[in-house]
């Protein structure tokens, strides 16, 4: 992948559109293509994990469309309806994309055929156990390989006996395997509900309203019942919080700068960056909250601050999970120690994201310690970062946040593998090059 260099401005200036919302738009595709009618989603994420899971809807007959709009990509998606998929005739490649395989999954489950899905080789070294066991018990037909622990995939749809609802307890919380439990969900006789240990992302569960689900939540528990039809959705996607991460720790820890981050998703289940970096003392401003459909969006500035160290475990961390590479680069610059625990999570996921990021942020000279369910860093110190070159070793979220880490260090940094970044932001560096000049 090409290589990228950056290094620390005079300032950090300018207002950032970040890409629609990665989750969002991979839902809006998944449920556009069982719902009756057409399905539209503007803003959506053109990036290459979204473009995985259109690519798997093709193969599975559902006709969609990309259309260049003044506010960006339009997406159409003719639903086929809950029964109206079609046998692929081929595998299923997922590319990179984890969302797509575990919540499809779900889908598939509940579908009269048989399909494989697989991915590249970073994807087929994550598990899938934690999807297979509640489908299996819903009457699913699946496998998979390293006695049913990693993809490849294979789903079957249900048994002669068909799908039925079940209760699930987590024992770990993933809004991927909620999902993909609550879709097949729709397919099986009676209620399927799932109990959470924690608050993991519900955009499925909003959206499936949006379109006409019978979905409830009581305390940690959320349901859903089987339907006749979703109703088409018209939804325009917020800007993805993830993204904006970035950008609120490279303006809060740059000694020179002011960012504005227009229209972005504030989900509470995502916003745990938010809450972290002002218990840091960042100087962030949540402007103009308002509802885009059934998400809560909202304008973020932010500014030039002082920060300190912190505490962050529990459901915290699980609102942050894939903020936490970028949270470790803004407590490189944070008086005194902040420890991350509880993100035993981090370990399968594109990389094995504690030991990487200790390895990487350490070449710069930040002090981190790698523990067992997290990292501990302690800030600033007194050299601050120097430049070097760093690998994210094809992660998107690990190499994003290295830039990060450069724009805030002395001489240049160089990131080895700039090009993952189009797994989620692929206008990336292009968004770098022009805040930096601002």
Known sequence: MTAQTVRRPARLRGTVRVPGHKSISHRSALLGAIATGTSRARRFLTSDDCLATLDCLRALGVEW??????????????????????EPADVLDCRNSGTTMRIIAGILAGQPFTSVLTGDASLRAR??????????????QLLARQNDRLPPLTVRGPSPEGLHGIRYRQPVASAQVKSAVL???????????????G??????????????ADVRREGPAVSVRPVDALASID??????????????????????????????????TRTGLLDALAMMGASLDVGEERMAGEEPVADLAVRSSHLRGIEAGGDLVLRMMDELPVLAVAAAFAEGETVVRDAQELRVKESDRIASLTRELSKLGVAIEE???GFAVRGPSAEGLRGARVSGGGDHRLTMALAVAGLLAEGDTTIED????????????????AVAEG
């Not at 960006?72 to 639903?79: A, I, M, Y």
């Open 371 to 373: 523990r067992d369910d």
């Open 199 to 212: 608050p993991s992302r519900d955009h499925t569960e909003r959206m499936l309203t949006a379109m006409g």
């Open 235 to 268: 939804i325009e996607v917020p800007g993805d919080i993830s993204s904006a991460a970035y950008w609120l720790v490279a303006a809060a820890a740059h000694p020179d700068a002011e960012v504005i981050l227009p229209n972005v998703g504030v989900n509470p």
């Open 418 to 433: 700039g090009g993952s970044v189009a797994v989620s932001y692929p206008g990336f560096w292009t968004d770098i090059a």
């Open 127 to 140: 598990p899938v156990d934690r999807v297979i066991e509640p489908l299996r018990q819903m009457g699913a």
């Open 65 to 86: 469309r990309l259309i260049d709009e003044p506010s960006g990509k339009t997406l159409e998606v003719d639903g086929t309806g809950l029964h109206g998929l079609q």
């Open 183 to 197: 879709l097949a969900g729709l397919f099986a006789d009676g209620e399927t509900v799932v109990e959470e240990p």
